[in-house]
């Protein structure tokens, strides 16, 4: 089924795309690498290739969509129509929103927004009239519900949600059999923590629990095998955060705000000019190879109940609301009884 399979990741020289790439790899995929780092892509295609798949590596910029466009047009004419087109690659910079420039928010927001938009349309412009083909939006929990000093990153989180939504039921309308799917990741343990632009006076962390990078993938990976479905949640703390947010979002407000700040940061202190990869890729500024790992290696879990979640996120949702809504029915029944027995009295 997944043989000489053609696979497109944004994203792929490191964290969760480099391993989702390594993975496709070892079902012998033939794999497409776009990112901007020579040494990350040159990694990552040693990955791939050691995996038993074949590698395409092309430096791109996601935020440009004449280079996106020419990567797809590459892709073709070197392995063939596309069958899968994951998107991945995001950044972002960690201050809170009266810290941010206007130029660094529409940076963060060109790249990982409209880095996806261009990825679908590229992607949609081949498989639509072929009609067939999965793409893949790598999301987040924060795509649902945003957390404070990442205004623009949760930004582009939750606009990656909306314009996916409405492709969605206009592939539904056109009856296409090209899918696309969300699949809505928790903490990871990649690079960003060490290279994305921060204004913290301390080094940031994902929030725990932290996942590493390889549960991240099996979910990708997991979603381009079944796209049809509209979202999938890995991990307990993405099924924990969102559905928090359908039943109390004001108290996650206050929540959030109250540990908000502290959670997102390890005791390390850091330098206020640290490099990063906002503009440039971190790769062309020190010569290294990041790799797929974060720096918490230590903290991070090698597994998730991710499948048995995916499966059933609708029966979980559909339970917690009945459960609410059963709640409700009854503490108002009781306020009715307790009304009858006052007039009675
Ligand atoms: N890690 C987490 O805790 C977490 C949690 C939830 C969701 N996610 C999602 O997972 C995805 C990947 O996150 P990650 O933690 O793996 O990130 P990461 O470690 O920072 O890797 C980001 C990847 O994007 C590439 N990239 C950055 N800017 C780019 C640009 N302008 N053009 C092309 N490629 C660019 C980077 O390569 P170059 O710098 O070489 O271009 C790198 O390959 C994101 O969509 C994120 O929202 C992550």
Redesign the pocket.
Known sequence: MTDRQVVVI??????????SAQLFGARGAQVAL????????DG?AKDVENAGGTALPIP?????YE?VHAAARQVEDTFGPIDVWV??????VFAPFHEITPGEFR?VT???YL??VYGTMVALARMRPRDRGAIV???????QRSIPLQSA?CG??HAINGFTESLRTELMHEGSNVHVTVV??????????S??LSRLPRHPQ??PP??Q?EV?ARGVVFAADHPQRKQYWVGASTVGTLLGQKIAPALLDRYLAKTGYQSQQTGEKVKPDRLH??W????SQDGHD?G?H?TFNDRAHSRAGQLWFSHHARLLVTATLTATGAAAWLRSGHRRQDRSTDQRA
């Open positions: 944004t994203g792929a020289s490191a964290g969760i795309g480099r391993a776009l990112a901007r780092g020579r040494a990350g892509l990552a791109t910029d996601v935020a440009d280079q998107n991945v690659a995001f950044t972002s940076r060109e790249v990982s880095g996806f939006q790598v999301g987040s929990a924060l795509g990153y582009a989180k809505q990741m928790p903490a990871v343990n990649t690079p960003q923590f290279w994305v994902p929030v932290i996942y990078p991240a990869n906002l440039e890729p971190l790769d990041h797929a974060g």
